[in-house]
């Protein structure tokens, strides 16, 4: 049973740093994209950034890049989001997801598999 757990979230002030956890357990994830999605009040979920669990390229929302980064540590079957330079508009719920690598790194939500239950992230102003 494939399990996607987060963790990290909180409030914190405008220009500050978080970093959000998703601890994954259930399968082997090597041929898996991992990817980071928030969603907040009154709109609909929007995807932040994915990779592949085995690595290379990363796909980043153009609202985020410059500031948030995934990474993973195989380890610990554990998959980061770093997000720095916090602003208001970052606040939302952030969810973990997985799905089967086909050859593309998707970006609908719809394309995802798994999901974790949720994080919330408020930055003040």
Excluded: H
């Excluded at 980071?36 to 390229?57: C, H, I, L, M, Y």
């Amino acid at each position: 049973q494939v399990q996607l757990v987060e963790s990290g979230g909180g409030l914190v002030q405008a220009g500050g740093s978080l970093r959000l956890s998703c601890a994954a357990s259930g399968r082997t994830f090597t041929d898996y994209l991992m990817g980071w999605f928030r969603q907040a009040p009154g709109k609909e979920r929007e995807f932040v950034t994915t990779s592949k669990w085995s690595g290379g390229s990363a796909f980043v929302a153009d609202s985020v890049k410059g500031r948030f980064t995934i990474s993973r540590d195989n380890a610990k079957n554990t998959v980061y989001l770093q997000m720095n330079s916090l602003k208001a508009e970052d606040t939302a719920v952030y969810y973990c997801a997985a799905s089967r690598f086909r050859g593309s790194y998707y970006q609908r939500a719809n394309e995802y598999d798994y999901w974790g239950q949720g994080t919330q992230v408020t930055v003040s102003s």
